[in-house]
T-cell receptor, first 113, second 114 residues
Framework: AQTVTQSQPEMSVQEAETVTLSCTYDTSENNYYLFWYKQPPSRQMILVIR??????QNATENRFSVNFQKAAKSFSLKISDSQLGDTAMYFCAFQGGSEKLVFGKGTKLTVNP | DVKVTQSSRYLVKRTGEKVFLECVQDMDHENMFWYRQDPGLGLRLIYFSYDVKMKEKGDIPEGYSVSREKKERFSLILESASTNQTSMYLC?????????????FGAGTRLSVL
């Protein structure tokens, strides 16, 4: 069974700085998707970024980018120029050959003014 | 924009009650999901449905059942609520194609069982 590990339960960063959230996963599949979802306080979960495993190029969405290392089974999220609105729980998720997502336990990120 | 609506943000129920959590999506998505979210445990899949009247158990189905009579609506049922089912419940939906596998979430229902 696939597992997703987020080793940092909590992190903090100063506004305008850069922060990297870690995620590792375990799978024997070759084709899969990886996701980062964001859950702001008392608000609903939204997709931040998605990576397809067969694409070597790292996905980017504005200030958010990933470092996808397939051989190492690592999928970290980098947030540049952190903003107060980036304060949230961040979940890494894996999707293999089914419609189901496997989530990590989350990283609580606080952006300090 | 995709909209996933959960009928209640907060619910308080008594032990032994039958509880219905409702979820509706407005984008004709094939797949719908129910997750449970607990601090330090992340999201765990309870059940999901890939078509009307079709369902599949997730990782923690015990004590729960689901119903999907219409494509847009997916209900989670707690047959006899217990205190250990106090949690945040999240509903999600997705289109279901390999390239359209993004899940869209509702705002969540925080259930307290007393």
């Amino acid at each position: 069974a696939q597992t997703v590990t987020q080793s940092q339960p909590e992190m903090s960063v100063q506004e305008a700085e850069t922060v990297t959230l870690s995620c590792t996963y375990d799978t024997s599949e070759n084709n899969y998707y990886l996701f980062w979802y964001k859950q702001p306080p008392s608000r609903q979960m939204i997709l931040v970024i998605r990576q397809e495993a067969y694409k070597q190029q790292n996905a980017t969405e504005n200030r958010f980018s990933v470092n996808f290392q397939k051989a190492a089974k690592s999928f970290s999220l980098k947030i540049s120029d952190s903003q107060l609105g980036d304060t949230a729980m961040y979940f890494c998720a894996f999707q293999g050959g089914s419609e189901k997502l496997v989530f990590g336990k989350g990283t609580k990120l606080t952006v300090n003014p | 924009d995709v909209k996933v609506t959960q009928s209640s943000r907060y619910l308080v129920k008594r032990t032994g009650e039958k509880v219905f959590l409702e979820c509706v999506q407005d984008m004709d998505h094939e797949n719908m999901f129910w997750y449970r979210q607990d601090p330090g445990l992340g999201l765990r899949l309870i059940y999901f449905s890939y078509d009307v009247k079709m369902k599949e158990k997730g990782d923690i189905p015990e004590g729960y059942s689901v119903s999907r009579e219409k494509k847009e609506r997916f209900s989670l049922i707690l047959e006899s609520a217990s205190t250990n089912q106090t949690s945040m419940y999240l509903c999600a939906s997705s289109l279901g194609l390999p390239a359209k596998n993004i899940q869209y979430f509702g705002a969540g229902t925080r259930l307290s069982v007393l």
